[in-house]
């Protein structure tokens, strides 16, 4: 095959794609020339990345990326360990991490990469969403028309008045990220993905300027201590909370370094100290519980998610029976009725990481529809719930309005939430690390007060990574578990009792009800209930006034790094606020240059957004896409291998 640069080259001054190269099997869209001149590749290569940092969403780019997938369909062919190293290799030199975590990372994910490449057919829907996960290229494509099926017609009413009974207390945590290899004293100032390790000597305590503190640091994931003094401050806060949801991601950022033994042990040890603590846990399972990180195959591609669901299973039954720990086992997901309160509630728990477009595995010629048929599953249990008079909450780790999440699963997951929206009381997510929520509409295209239909609450998270660590305390009613108010807990890390022997101190951070209820005219205190329309309306007053915008703004992060967000940028997180489906959030699918630029440098600054997605494989193809000396240095490895010719 002709050079890299003579093939990308074709596609920015080009007239498009011209011709058919059979390859294998199949027959493969290749870029054939359509100017009389081949120009030089550097200036090409220039052409292209430029055009890509303009926009990572255009004809250009797309094209471009299909003719990177077609180079690494080549390289992945020559099987797993060759893939492996020329993605090593690239990663290395693109500077994206340091050499370790790009060969661990990449050993872990690049067999399940290749695998996807060698069965994609270059050119199809499955590419398409490929250049968007794997490299930030291309817009999404549109969502395939499917009617999701409902064994009954909805029942026409609406959501019920909260009773007027004292209320339920229930405590919400998540992205815990617990590091066992967390040391006091290790330096917490690295080039790595997280620090407060003894990576090498320098990092050792009494050989750095930033020692780790006892409890914590930012530019680290959390010591067992910091876990403990939540649990042991939700004891406290909270002495007669009904029930507690922990919406996932137990194991740490070191995402080079995970095996299944490993984090086999961190889940059982986890789940061991929330039970110490003598909590009612209803779980669910983050996309860092896998081994690779982010990986869970479907059935129909292999059990290799099996132990996971199986240790899961184990640590869960105690709270949720041996009814729902059975269907755990099967798919990572569950339905419980809570034998608690007043009223009747069920709690569902996915597996969003089934919808995640880091789950590589999902990569299919054609893609599942449902896979593991959990879509099916929810459709009955909410059918069932419904006929009994339940009332449900709704809990998993990535929210499905996500701009990682798969626009056709997130649509089809919408179309049950409109369908069984008089039951599900709320749903709970973590995994943004970041103080947030969206709202579902039975009409995206006029999204208002009077339509909003479902409430996801995004909880912060507990590892110190994205702000000071936090839970949320919700308070219900006890009859249609409804939710009353939010208030959020931290742990300030500016307070010099944080990293004290006596521990950090938990203290009340704001009050949903308090803080915006007198911004869309409610009193105060009271019984009502923060509804969808409520909270529509509070996005509206953060549109509409620019204060108290930077003051919810400051919330997603506990105030702590906040930065500014103006103008695009105010504009697309309101538009995420209002957008439970994820083809109608603002935030676009394309590189983060910034991100990328920080990465290289060896700074940990840009982990903003990213902070639990992601992958070593999209940074380094990413650096590929838009850096035109690591393009042609990819070049050159091609012709290095063998794989290109001149």
Same mark, same amino acid.
């Given at each position: 095959?002709?050079?890299?640069? @003579? ?191 003894? #990576? ?30 939540? @649990? ?38 986890? #789940? ?32 290799? =998610? ?31 009725? *809570? ?23 999902? #990569? ?79 009409? #995206? ?11 996801? *609450? ?7 990574? =994205? ?6 305390? *919700? ?21 010099? =009792? ?53 003051? *919810? ?94």
């Amino acid at each position: 095959m002709r050079t890299l640069s @003579f093939i990308i080259a074709t596609v920015a001054i080009g007239r498009g794609i011209a011709g058919h190269l059979g390859f294998g099997d199949d027959f493969q869209k290749v870029l054939t020339p359509g100017t009389a001149k081949e120009p030089s590749a550097a200036s090409s290569l220039g052409i292209i990345t430029a055009a890509i940092r303009q926009d990572a969403q255009s004809p250009i780019a797309c094209a471009a990326c299909e003719a990177f997938l077609l180079q690494l369909k080549l390289v992945a062919s020559r099987g797993d360990d060759f893939f492996i190293d020329i993605m090593t290799e690239l990663c290395k030199r693109s500077g994206v991490q340091d050499a370790d975590v790009c060969e661990g990372t990449i050993a872990l994910e690049g067999p399940i990469v290749a695998r996807g490449l060698r069965e994609m057919a270059i050119g199809s829907r499955t590419s398409r969403l490929a250049c968007v996960a794997f490299m930030g290229l291309c817009s999404h494509p549109e969502v395939i028309p499917r009617n999701v099926s409902f064994p009954s017609p909805g029942p026409g009413t609406n959501r019920p008045p909260p009773s007027g009974l004292e209320p339920l207390r229930v405590v919400h945590f998540s992205d815990i990220h617990i590091d066992p290899l967390y040391v006091v004293g290790a330096n917490a100032n690295c080039s790595k993905p997280i620090c407060c390790r003894e #990576y090498t000597d320098v990092d050792k305590p009494g050989n750095n300027n930033f020692p780790a503190g006892l409890h914590g640091e930012h530019a680290c994931d959390a010591p067992v201590s910091l876990e403990e003094s939540m @649990f042991a401050a939700i004891r406290q806060i909270v002495p007669d909370a009904a029930f507690s949801m922990f919406t996932g991601d137990i194991v740490d950022h070191a995402v080079w370094d995970t095996t299944q033994a490993r984090n086999k042990f961190d889940i059982e040890d986890t #789940y061991a100290r929330m039970s110490r603590a003598r909590m009612l846990v209803y779980g669910t399972a983050g996309n860092h519980e896998a081994s690779p990180s982010n990986s869970f195959p479907p059935p129909a591609v292999g059990n290799g =998610s099996q132990w996971l669901y199986d240790v899961l299973s184990s640590s869960w039954s105690p709270w949720i029976g041996t009814r729902a720990a059975a269907t755990t086992k099967e798919f990572g997901a569950y339905s419980v009725k *809570y034998p608690g309160g007043v009223g009747n509630l069920r709690v569902i728990s996915l597996n969003t990481n089934m919808y995640y477009g880091h789950n590589y595995w999902l #990569y299919e010629e054609p893609m599942e529809a449902d896979p593991s048929g959990q879509l099916a599953w929810l459709v009955s249990e909410l059918d069932a719930a419904e006929k009994t008079g339940e009332r449900v909450y709704i809990i998993g780790h990535m929210p499905m309005g996500s701009h990682d999440a798969f626009h056709d699963g997130s649509n089809y997951f919408d179309q049950i939430v409109n369908r069984y929206s008089a039951t599900i009381a709320a749903m709970f997510f973590g995994h943004t690390h970041f103080d947030e929520f969206e709202l579902s509409y039975r009409d #995206y295209e006029n999204r208002s007060h009077t339509n909003a239909l479902a409430m996801s *609450y995004i909880a912060p998270s507990m590892t110190p990574t =994205s702000g000071h660590p936090a839970f949320r305390v *919700y308070t219900v009613d006890p009859v249609t578990f409804s939710v009353l108010d939010a208030t959020t807990y931290i742990a300030n890390t500016s307070d010099p =009792s944080f990293n004290s022997a006596e521990g950090p101190k938990w203290t009340k951070y704001y009050s949903a009800k308090e803080s915006y209820g007198p911004l869309v005219g409610t009193e105060e205190g009271g019984g009502y209930e923060l509804t969808p329309g409520f909270w529509h309306n509070v996005t509206e007053a953060l549109e509409n006034n620019s204060t108290a915008f930077e003051e *919810y703004y400051a919330r997603r992060r506990r105030g702590w790094a906040v930065g500014t967000c103006e103008g695009e940028c105010r504009d697309a997180e309101i538009c995420k606020l209002r957008a439970a489906r994820a083809q109608d959030n603002c935030t676009p699918p394309g590189l983060r240059l910034d991100l990328l630029e920080e990465r290289r440098k060896g700074h940990r600054a840009g982990r903003d957004e990213e902070e639990c997605g992601g992958s070593v494989v999209r940074d380094t193809l990413g650096s590929l896409a838009v850096d035109e000396d690591i393009l042609m240095a990819f070049n050159g490895i091609l012709l290095e291998k063998g794989v290109l010719h001149t």
